[in-house]
Each structure stands twice: as structure tokens, then as C-alpha cells.
Nanobody, 123 residues
């Protein structure tokens, strides 16, 4: 079983910055991809940014140039640095990880989600 714990959300004024962190723990063998999603009330959960095991990144058009995703593979950590925040960035942000984990008898692919952290951008 794999657990994700997120931190770093909060209330920030427009133009401000926040850094989200997500730590993965459990019987992880390999992490293939890590990403951040967000969901505002009444909306679907959408990808904000993703990073592969090779370090390739992709971003939603609305955050490109303002957000940066990074990872610490040795510590199974993924970060989202958010700058120039706008009210439209207000949402619950979720960490997502795809990989493989040890199970009785071998290994198994998994997809895990964090519990979500609230980001509110308001003056």
C-alpha cells in the first residue's frame, strides 16, 4: 500500500507564491510519473503539471510560466512551486503518483492520490 501526504496549501493574495509538497511512502519499487491536479467547486479534476521518471515535464496552458514541478526521486517527493497566483488558481490540489509496489508474491502497478490541500487566492 502506498500513501501520499501533501502539505503547503493555504491562503495567499493575488500575485503571491506557494509551494506544495507531496511525500510518498510504502512498499514502493519504482515511481514512473508524478503530477499535480486541481479541482475547483463544480469543476472536474484537471492536470496542472506532471513529471516523468526521466525528468520531462508538462503543464496546463493556464499555469505555464507561473508554476514549476520538480521531484526528489531519492526521497519520493514531488513539489509544485506556484508563483504569480491568480484567483482562478483557487482549488483543492491533489498529488498523483504512478508506479510499482511490492505485494505478496511480486510487484504490482499502482496509482495513488493524496488527500488534497486547499489553495485559496484572494485579497
Amino acid at each position: 500500500q502506498v500513501q501520499l501526504v501533501e502539505s503547503g496549501g493555504g491562503l495567499v493574495q493575488p500575485g503571491g507564491s506557494l509551494r506544495l509538497s507531496c511525500a510518498a511512502s510504502g512498499r514502493i519499487v519504482r515511481i514512473n510519473a508524478m503530477g499535480w491536479y486541481r479541482q475547483a467547486p463544480g469543476n472536474q479534476r484537471d492536470l496542472v503539471a506532471g513529471i516523468t521518471s526521466g525528468g520531462s515535464t508538462n503543464y496546463a496552458a493556464s499555469v505555464k510560466g507561473r508554476f514549476t514541478i520538480s521531484r526528489d526521486s531519492g526521497q519520493n517527493l514531488v513539489y509544485l512551486q506556484m508563483s504569480s497566483l491568480e484567483p482562478g488558481d483557487t482549488a483543492v490540489y491533489y498529488c498523483n503518483i504512478d508506479g510499482t509496489a511490492r505485494v505478496p508474491g511480486g510487484v504490482q502497478s499502482f496509482t495513488a492520490w493524496g488527500q488534497g490541500t486547499q489553495v485559496t487566492v484572494s485579497s
